[in-house]
């Protein structure tokens, strides 16, 4: 038979992040490609604890059906921990949770957009929000990025031009490039949004993983005229199998996301939300992000200084202040041969071709994981990776 | 601010049946609105022991990144159960987990259609999938039923006339009517469906839950050429707040349904899926199946013995064979008024017009849901509804 495929799924690929995982099975690969938090900082114990206590406690309510917005006690605390810094604005805005942050973005785009609207993102950006937006049969204009963020004369250009129905931004640590956002151009990205009345979606899915550098307000923060929406998640920060993420958003807004929430599924696994619940109240939020990020701060420094020891001078890495990424680029020659090359050797990268936001576009970069492999195959995984830049001539 | 609703959202009302969920918080409602599984059939004892194993067996694989597709030894597993009749074909299907079997609709709308597009459904139908239709901006179009389904010679009809996208049927005791399918419909059904080349989505949330009459061999069962997309669920046979269902359909659907669950879920609770998998390890699954729907049996036979002492005999009820809900019918009068003057007695039913295809319908009919109150709350409950007969005028 010929199934009619929808015009938004017929051209839309899979992620090549996701592809990826089917190929990691094989074990002499070493992978750099995933996103995955490192198994080490999984609170095992806390969990397992915490989920004794919840079948012991209140077996029917991390069972029965649930409030599509969430959990209303989560919901509350989670309020109150962005109320402090004003993530969440009580008088403007709602929360919700969501199955992960991905689920913000499809919410998003699902009540903000109709088809052919464009979506501003910084380029590169995120495969997995862009492949979301695509599935809205929404167009992409990406911006490029200097070492501050979006180039903000370019960003107006292009809100002049294609007046867009909202802006996708990372500002911390932003994937795939590990770079973060100046605060001079967050607030200049939130005066150009509030001239021309734009909307911003802002995903922060690493800002609790910071390791270096002061911490910067986020753009919900900054924002005074409920223009920014906001995705978080616990996907980095307890664990991402349990798909718990959250939008604290003007609440005209979210009260569109709770009603298309119903229409995709009903409401999140509810014992992730127990779970969740009970996890920050058992220990110290704060601390426990701070822990987090010493584990990925010495694996991203091992990182940094074995491809400073071991690959050519000529290819370049970004320096991250957080997260779970860094970014590399060729200073010529041909990216999609070198992570070919590269996965012959036996090390995964993921081509930075995969994370622009025109799908036909060309790079010289790739993107490089730290928060998944151990230490010693971040040794040896680094070492393939010189091999491979020796073996395609790049100098030392 | 004012912020552009998307077209899809701007006029899509939040389910009649979760908005009611808000208000259950007044013990002193008898409510017969929701749809929850009985809280006494939960196998929380498996359910916790279960979940211990997999925190101290294998926590990292609870907590971690998971594949798009579903766990894959709880896939192997359904694509056996499921093949056994032919709900699995394993030449042609594939099989993935989604977050519940509402996930399934989103899916298939996504995946099979255009905005403008027809879909056809019962009517009344569920109204969780035909809001999540209507949020793709399709035009539904409703098939009045007699005690054997779906009147073919409207269905044969309304494809003649509108072409769909696909149909939408609950076959086994449907939401709202509580009415099954005869094996003589189903067979008329595909036949037509085979006439005009048309896609049939079959929802069988309830089939499981059979406690009358003989088992009648699902659609996807009968269908011998990939015309069927077959949703399935664990939320009425294990625990809705799991959210674990299925979607085994024509492998191109589904390698299609699997990009589109990347953009919105990533994929579905992985702690949810390893417990979904080693409950059918561990328990006889036809076995309990019978037992739960034993439960419900008894809960449905007292409803219908109180409706028949308790409530005017102008009232006709369906005496469904599995499931959870039947459906009333007043003979004339005001079904609106009739749900108002209830829930101002202290009963809550969901008015009849909820389900239909046309939002601007109107039907006398309402749900009555026997799946969660108590015993007593459903002797109470009815008393509630005959006075509530009894006062606006209805005969005994």
Redesign the interface.
Known sequence: ?I???????KD????AI?EI??FLSDPTIISFA????A?EA?P?DI??QI??EI??EE??????????EGYPPLRALLKNMLATDNRFNAERDELIIT??A??V??LTA??????GDTVITENPSFI?SL??F??YRLNLRGIDMDDEGIDIAAFEQAIKEKKP?FVYLIPNFQNPTGNTTSLKRRKEILNVASKY?V?ILEDNPYGDLRFDGEHIPSLKELDT???VIYAGTF?KTL?????VGFMSA?N??VQ?A???L???????????QLLTYRFLGKVDYITHCKNLSQIYKKKCNLMLSELDKQVSREIVFTKPQGGLFLWGSLPHGDMNAFCLEAVKNKVALVPGTAFLADEKGSTLSFRLNYSTPTDEQIINGVKLLGDTAKQLGYGY
């Open positions: 038979m199934y009619n495929i929808s015009d938004r799924m839309l690929q899979p992620s996701r995982f089917k995933a996103g995955n938090p198994p999984f095992i969990v397992r989920s004794a079948f012991s077996p029917v309510n991390a069972l029965q059906y649930s409030l599509t199955a992960g991905q689920q973005m499809d699902k009540v903000l957009t109709n088809e997995g492949n979301t695509r599935s129905a009345e909307i005229e409920g223009r996907s664990a991402p199998g349990l798909r003007p005209d807004i569109k709770v009603v298309a119903q229409t995709s599924t009903v409401h999140t696994n509810i014992w992730a």
